[in-house]
């Protein structure tokens, strides 16, 4: 079954500190991956999307993700963290399974950022 | 950009009664609608996928017959929770392909059943 692995569910770091959040997929097909973030009580928005091209790619608010297809990985970073950054983050992968397109998240992963 | 209106934002309910939530795209057509529920502190859970004209399909372990999914139109689309108990008091969103590749979210659907 296809599956998002997100490593850590809870991440507390400084303000200025680096950024890493490990994500992971399970799918041998063609995947579009996607990093989406929650903010206390708001919707989910999306950070940046990868489709085809350059790997590395840039998204909003100082975040970047690299796509890794030969370890089915899509890390997100940021080299410096702010406390508005205190969020919840998923990761997402959208696959063609069963006729149609559809878009699995990951668990989740809590950054809590202190001044 | 694309938006996708759901409606109620929060509902309690009797246990045993039916509530339904609606998603409507406003400023394109949805043929596709996801339908995920949200634990507390957990990720989506997709639940199924909505059709205009055609039945819904269901994610393994997803009751069909509690959960009823209806697409009615390219605009609109309904998760009925059928019969509802405690254990069904969640979050609910719905989502649809804006572009070919882009997914827009609605802004979700707290129910609570008591």
């Known amino acids: 079954a296809q599956s998002v692995s997100q490593h850590n569910h809870h991440v507390i770091l400084s303000e200025a500190a680096s950024l890493e959040l490990g994500c992971n997929y399970s799918?041998?097909?063609?995947?579009?991956l996607f990093w989406y973030v929650q903010y206390p009580g708001q919707h989910l928005q999306l950070l940046l999307k990868?489709?085809?091209?350059?790997?590395l790619v840039k998204g909003i608010k100082g975040f970047e993700a690299e796509f890794i297809k030969s370890k089915f990985s899509f890390n997100l970073r940021k080299p410096s963290v702010q406390w508005s950054d205190t969020a919840e983050y998923f990761c997402?992968?959208?696959?063609?399974?069963?006729?149609?397109?559809?878009?699995?998240f990951g668990a989740g992963t809590r950054l809590a950022v202190h001044p | 950009g694309a938006v996708v209106s759901q409606h109620p934002s929060r509902v309690i309910c009797k246990s045993g009664t039916s509530v339904k939530i609606e998603c409507r795209s406003l400023?394109?057509?949805?043929?596709?609608m996801f339908w995920y529920r949200q634990f507390p502190k957990k990720s989506l859970m997709l639940m199924a996928t909505?059709?205009?004209?055609?039945?819904?399909?269901?994610e393994q372990g997803v009751e069909k017959d509690k959960f009823l999914i209806n697409h009615a139109s390219l605009t609109l689309s309904t998760l009925t929770v059928t019969s509802a108990h405690p254990e069904d008091s969640s979050f609910y969103i719905c989502?649809?392909?804006?572009?070919?590749?882009?997914?827009?979210f609605g802004s979700g659907t707290r129910l609570t059943v008591v």
């Open positions: 799918y041998g097909g063609t995947v579009n």
């Open positions: 400023d394109f057509q949805a043929t596709t």
């Open positions: 909505s059709n205009e004209g055609s039945k819904a399909t269901y």
């Open positions: 989502s649809a392909p804006d572009t070919p590749y882009g997914y827009t």
């Open positions: 990868y489709f085809s091209g350059d790997p």
């Open positions: 997402a992968v959208s696959l063609f399974s069963g006729g149609y397109n559809k878009l699995i």
